[in-house]
């Protein structure tokens, strides 16, 4: 009887320690799990660029569900639907063709952004509930027209 005993709780024992890896992974795996947002932190909102690209034209921009951009600038007003997808600490934005009237469109381009300086929110008054924001954007435009280089500005969130 003792031998069964001293067998039984060998057994036990052994199948306590193979499980408490598997235990403590389950267990620490959501610790490591973070949004998946350049920084850490979501990215949602509307950008206006600080400078204008390509002469006169000013680009403002709306990282939502159904992302949207507007130039304005030249005498034209576009407005225009974009798609957009972070990776890593990148966010990809895509530029669909956009009529503009009077015979006139902007080009489809794409563009890529990185957080550039600090975060709304993270320093100073922060507003409880909410999460801090990117508030600068780094970004470069590659234009699709034949002839134009890329160009690379700073966009403030609005």
Request: with cysteine.
């Amino acid at each position: 009887m003792y031998r069964f005993a001293k067998l039984l709780l060998s057994a036990i024992m052994m199948l306590a320690v193979v499980q408490s890896p598997a235990l403590m992974a389950q267990d620490i795996a959501p610790m490591v799990m973070v949004p998946d947002h350049p920084v850490g932190v979501p990215v949602n909102g509307c950008f206006r660029a600080n400078q204008n690209l390509y002469g006169p034209y000013r680009l403002t921009f709306c990282l939502e569900r159904r992302g949207t951009y507007e130039i304005r600038g030249g005498g034209v007003r576009c407005d225009g639907r974009l798609t957009w997808r972070t990776s890593g600490r990148d966010i990809l934005i895509d530029l669909q063709r956009a009529s503009c009237g009077r015979g006139r469109a902007w080009e489809q381009a794409t563009i890529d952004c990185r957080s550039y300086g600090g975060l709304l929110g993270a320093i100073g008054r922060v507003i409880v509930g909410q999460s801090p924001r990117i508030r600068t954007l780094r970004c470069t435009y590659h234009p699709t027209v034949r002839g134009e280089r890329r160009e690379t500005f700073t966009a403030t969130r609005r």
